[in-house]
C-alpha cells in the first residue's frame, strides 16, 4: 500500500481555484514533487521540492507543504489543466521513494 | 536537453525475466546523476522500482528486492532493468527517468516515453 494518501478524483469549474492535497507522515521530514499526467503519455514534472515549478509550467500552478500534507493548487483552472496529478516524496527511511494513488481532476 | 529511451520485450510468459534497457541521450549518466524506473500498472498509479548513482550504488523496493536488479553501462551510456520470476502482476508502463536527489530533495526530473509490457501465458 501506498505510503502518501490523495484523493482519487477532485472537479473544479474552468476558472476556478482547485487544490490537490497529499498525506503521508514522512512529509514531515522530506519535500514532496508533483507530477501531470494526461491519457496515454507520460508523467511530467510540474513542481519539485514542494513549491519549485520546472520551466514551462504556468505559474497558476503552485505548492505547499505543512506538516504531513502536500498541496498542489491551481489558480483559475483550464481545460488542459485536466490530468492525474501524482504526488512522490522519499519514504521514512529516505531510502526509498513513494508515491501517492494519483488525483484524477476533472475541470468542468 | 535530455531523452531517455526505453527498449525491450513487450509480452512475457510468467516466470521468464523481465529485461528492459534505458538509452540516455543529451546526459553522460556518469555525470553524476541518480537514475531510476517506475512502472505503472493499467488503470492504476505509479509505483517506483529502484534507483542506481552513477557510481553503481542501488536503492530497490522494499518488496521486490529478491527480484529486481538495476545495472549501468556507461559505455553504452545506457542503465538497465531485470526482474525476475514475473507474473501477471507484473504488467505495466514501465518508464525510466533521471533524478535530482540532493539532501532532502528528490524528485523525477525527466520521464522516457513509458513501454507496456504484458505478462501472460
Known amino acids: 500500500s501506498s505510503e502518501l494518501t490523495q484523493d482519487p478524483a477532485v472537479s473544479v469549474a474552468s476558472g476556478q481555484t482547485v487544490r490537490i492535497t497529499c498525506q503521508g507522515d514522512?512529509?514531515?521530514?522530506?519535500?514532496a514533487s508533483w507530477y501531470r499526467q494526461k491519457p496515454g503519455q507520460a508523467p511530467i514534472l510540474v513542481l519539485y521540492?514542494?513549491?519549485n515549478r520546472p520551466s514551462g509550467i504556468p505559474d497558476r500552478i503552485s505548492g505547499s507543504r505543512s506538516g504531513d500534507t502536500a498541496s498542489l493548487t491551481i489558480t483559475g483552472a483550464q481545460a488542459e489543466d485536466e490530468a492525474d496529478y501524482h504526488c512522490?516524496?522519499?519514504?521514512?527511511?529516505?531510502?526509498?521513494?513513494?508515491f501517492g494513488g494519483g488525483t484524477k481532476l476533472t475541470v468542468l | 536537453q535530455v531523452h531517455l529511451q526505453e527498449s525491450g520485450p513487450g509480452l512475457l510468459k510468467p516466470s521468464e525475466t523481465l529485461s528492459l534497457t534505458c538509452a540516455v541521450s543529451g546526459y553522460s549518466i556518469n555525470s553524476g546523476r541518480y537514475w531510476g524506473w517506475i512502472r505503472q500498472p493499467p488503470g492504476k498509479g505509479l509505483e517506483w522500482l529502484g534507483s542506481i548513482y552513477y557510481v553503481g550504488s542501488t536503492y530497490y523496493h522494499p518488496s521486490l528486492t529478491s527480484r529486481v536488479s538495476i545495472s549501468m553501462d556507461t559505455s553504452e551510456n545506457h542503465f538497465s532493468l531485470d526482474l525476475r520470476s514475473v507474473t501477471a502482476a507484473d504488467t505495466a508502463v514501465y518508464y525510466c527517468a533521471r533524478i535530482y536527489w540532493v539532501g532532502l530533495t528528490y524528485y523525477f526530473e525527466n520521464w522516457s516515453q513509458g513501454t507496456l509490457v504484458t505478462v501472460s501465458s
Open positions: 512522490g516524496s522519499r519514504d521514512i527511511s529516505g531510502k526509498h521513494v513513494v
Open positions: 521540492a514542494d513549491n
Open positions: 514522512c512529509l514531515y521530514t522530506y519535500s
